[in-house]
């Protein structure tokens, strides 16, 4: 089985953390990559290096939130079809909405307790890495 990337976009280092923990477990099938800001996600997209698999991706984040960076990334041809799950301490129902609306493909509240976001980051993998087919996985990047 091929390795699957994957790239959060998280400013808070704290849920950085639990999340590489969470993907510990996960080592042998997915690569993860972080970017601690909007832009620094859109540049590692833009660069030379395939493409994510999968982008986890959280909405409130200052500079360049959530939305704008689903935005450009839906924008870009090279982007517009990589799978985006929105995770996001919100569970407020206008996030959510705008979410779907900008073109997300799942939204997952983090949950506060440990545990449980390492569940939720399991549950992500067990479909996103394992169950779903994205149609351009190892797929060369555009030129």
Same mark, same amino acid.
């Given at each position: 089985?091929?390795?699957?990337?994957?790239?959060?976009?998280?400013?808070?280092?704290?849920?950085?953390?639990?999340?590489?923990?969470?993907?510990?477990?996960?080592?042998?099938?997915?690569?993860? &990559?972080?970017?601690?800001? /909007?832009?620094?996600? @859109?540049?590692? #997209? +833009? !660069?030379? *290096?395939?493409?994510? %698999? $999968?982008?986890?991706?959280?909405?409130? &984040?200052?500079?360049?939130? /959530?939305?704008?960076? @689903?935005?450009? #990334? +839906? !924008?870009? *041809?090279?982007?517009? %079809? $990589?799978?985006?799950?929105?995770?996001?301490?919100?569970?407020?129902?206008?996030?959510?909405?705008?979410?779907?609306?900008? !073109?997300?493909?799942?939204?997952?509240?983090?949950?506060?307790?440990?545990?449980?976001?390492?569940?939720?980051?399991?549950?992500?993998?067990?479909?996103?890495?394992?169950?779903?087919?994205?149609?351009?996985?190892?797929?060369?990047?555009?030129?």
């Amino acid at each position: 089985m091929e390795r699957r990337r994957i790239l959060l976009v998280d400013d808070n280092v704290y849920d950085v953390e639990l999340a590489l923990s969470a993907f510990q477990d996960e080592d042998a099938h997915c690569e993860l &990559m972080v970017a601690g800001s /909007g832009p620094e996600a @859109l540049r590692v #997209l +833009r !660069g030379p *290096a395939p493409l994510p %698999d $999968l982008i986890l991706l959280d909405l409130k &984040m200052p500079q360049m939130d /959530g939305l704008a960076v @689903l935005d450009a #990334l +839906r !924008g870009e *041809a090279s982007t517009r %079809d $990589l799978p985006v799950v929105m995770l996001s301490t919100s569970a407020e129902a206008r996030d959510i909405r705008d979410s779907y609306a900008h !073109g997300a493909s799942a939204y997952v509240v983090k949950p506060l307790d440990f545990t449980q976001f390492r569940q939720a980051m399991h549950t992500i993998m067990a479909f996103w890495a394992h169950l779903n087919h994205p149609p351009c996985f190892g797929q060369p990047r555009p030129s």
